[in-house]
């Protein structure tokens, strides 16, 4: 499955009634600033952003999503998130946590040369992948892409997905298939870092409470 | 943006990047970055946006990054008008939800 088919029945079995849209592209990481999931950008009414794209957890519906909130942690987080939309909501422009257009540009994220290069070599990635499968060249820029923004989550999961959909035959027959985030035992891994390495680096303390190896014992 | 060619046309350039071309420069809501006078090229626009432009020689492919100017992501505050695909393919405009609070959750099931 791939583009719209693969957000489908999450979609219609959450029966929202606000518009579910596509981003096959990354435009919202190009035009905002977008680089992981879950991640919230308020807009007012008059179509000015309020605040920035920022990581936010929605509180957890479900089961599953409820064991999955509990081993990540943060509930408190995901409920200081939540009044605040409420506070926004109810009081509009004078919420305290609806910012002025300065503060949005500036606490927007950061975005170099190397940045823009990221993006491109990730575009470039995308489009062979797409048009030609996994290909050598799909690869060269898929890693650029990660070496130029090693932070960039959302670039290191559509590539780990996209091999290892390509390694199945173009397939996802368990459905797990493109979850895939680390090297299989002895799988040859072509990336220049994988998940768990990923998490180490970037979220130690989350790494050592789910005992990522590599992780430091907390 | 991904192109097979450098002599982009200004209104391709908009609607891929939201940088409109204008007789002051490159425009985006109510910031504007002068190109220095002539007509419009691509190397010239996206080298003061701080754009990168990467090529892919096997394909004759150039993929151009998004800008970087200002050193953040947003160069405005405005979100006044973009648009994606919902589900069915039909591009859906934000714009349409003018006059109401909007927020906006990225998320994927992977």
């Not at chain 1, 919230?40 to 909130?69: C, F, K, N, Y």
Request: charged share 25%; aromatic share 8%; with cysteine.
């Amino acid at each position: 499955m791939a583009g719209p088919e693969v957000a489908r029945p999450f979609v219609e079995a959450a029966a929202s009634t606000h518009p579910s849209l596509i981003d096959q592209t990354h435009y919202m990481d190009a035009r905002f600033g977008v680089t992981n999931i879950p991640q919230v950008m308020w807009i007012d009414e008059t179509g000015t952003i309020v605040r920035p794209p920022e990581p936010a957890s929605p509180l957890p519906v479900g089961e599953a999503a409820v064991q999955m909130a509990e081993l990540v942690g943060r509930s408190e987080e995901r409920e200081r998130y939540v009044a605040m939309v409420r506070d926004w909501v109810a009081n509009g422009a004078a919420s305290r946590y609806a910012l002025s257009p300065d503060e949005v540009v500036s606490r927007s994220r950061e975005r170099s040369p190397a940045t823009s290069e990221a993006a491109a070599h990730f575009e470039l990635a995308q489009h062979l992948w797409r048009d030609q499968g996994f290909s050598e060249r799909a690869l060269f820029h898929f890693n650029a892409a990660h070496e130029l923004q090693p932070d960039n989550i959302t670039y290191k999961r559509q590539a780990y997905s996209a091999l290892a959909i390509s390694r199945s035959g173009g397939e996802d027959p368990d459905g797990w298939t493109r979850f895939r985030q680390v090297p299989g035992e002895g799988e040859d891994w072509p990336f220049v870092s994988d998940f768990n390495r990923d998490m180490v680096r970037f979220q130690p303390e989350l790494a050592a409470r789910l005992k990522l190896p590599g992780a430091e014992e907390t | 943006m991904i192109v097979d060619h450098l002599d982009v046309a200004p209104q391709e350039f908009e609607a891929a990047t939201g940088w409109q071309i204008k007789p002051e420069g490159a425009c985006k809501a109510e910031v504007c970055v002068p190109l220095g006078g002539g007509g419009f090229d691509l190397l010239t626009t996206a080298e003061r946006l701080g754009m990168a432009v990467v090529p892919e020689p096997d394909r004759d492919l150039w993929a151009v990054g998004p800008e970087s100017i200002g050193g953040r992501a947003l160069a405005t505050a405005d979100a006044s008008d973009f648009s994606l695909p919902s589900l069915d393919g039909t591009p859906f405009r934000i714009g349409s939800l003018r006059g109401q609070k909007v927020l906006v959750v990225a998320w994927a099931p992977y």
